[in-house]
């Protein structure tokens, strides 16, 4: 069953000479029905005022943090403990999918709030912190808020309400698909229909997968 859960960051007003992050870390039973898609959600929307040449970092830091490494110093940001003096933001990630972003004393930037995030994630035990640090990896990669809706997944690759979902069924349904939407087959170049087949699938996957059950969505 999901839940709400609600992630508290800590971070630099935006004339400070400094620029720092803490947050609030997150608790296995904010992990246990984790609204993935709420946080899909803002990843996503930040990920679209994010400096396009810090993406690469960006990935760098969570490639670190799924080996239980979390750089001090990343994105002209540094991650800290401490939050004296810091403005706090407080980011709900409710169970319907969807997300506010409240802060008092400062702005947040969206390097601030993704380091935030991260931050948050990091002190889990290994299990539950690489399953959401792949999430976010795919989020990154997908780059699309379509992308993070399981239902419209489901959707695109077929499934019907109640049917059961599974990665060996994830992956036969595309590749059908694939063949169906192949440019021999229509007849014309279908870039748009190929892209959400992709999307699809890898949001399923990875939702089995942050979910903890690989056969089930």
């Known amino acids: 069953m999901l ?5 508290t960051i800590w971070h630099s007003r935006q004339i400070s000479p400094t620029r720092r ?30 400096p396009p040449d810090q993406h690469t970092q960006l990935l760098g830091v969570l490639d670190e943090m799924a080996d239980g490494k979390l750089p001090s110093s990343r994105l002209g940001h540094r991650v800290q403990v ?12 409710s169970s319907d999918g969807t997300y506010t972003v409240t802060s008092t004393g400062g702005t947040i930037s969206p390097p601030q709030l993704m380091l935030g995030l991260i ?19 795919g989020f990154t990669v997908g780059q699309s808020p379509v ?8 959707a695109v690759l077929g499934f019907e309400l109640g ?52 056969q089930q969505a």
Do not use: Y
């Not at 839940?3 to 992630?7: L, Q, R, S, T």
């Not at 870390?25 to 930040?46: I, K």
């Not at 440019?183 to 089995?208: M, S």
């Open 3 to 7: 839940v709400d859960c609600v992630v």
């Open 21 to 50: 992050v803490a947050a609030a870390p997150l608790t296995l039973a904010e992990v246990d029905g984790f609204p993935l898609e709420a946080l899909g959600a803002v990843w996503a929307d930040t990920l679209a005022d994010f």
């Open 82 to 93: 401490d939050h004296v003096g810091l403005a706090k933001t407080t980011v709900r990630l």
């Open 119 to 137: 931050a948050a994630i990091h002190p889990l035990p290994d299990l539950p912190r690489v399953r959401l640090v792949d999430a976010l990896r």
């Open 147 to 154: 992308w993070v809706n399981v239902e419209r997944a489901r």
């Open 163 to 214: 049917d059961p979902v599974d990665a060996a069924t994830v992956k036969r349904r595309f590749r059908d698909a694939m063949k169906r939407t192949h440019p021999d087959v229509i007849g014309f170049d279908n870039t748009t229909g190929v892209q959400d087949l992709v999307n699809a699938k890898h949001t399923l996957l990875v939702h089995l997968s942050v979910s903890g059950d690989p």
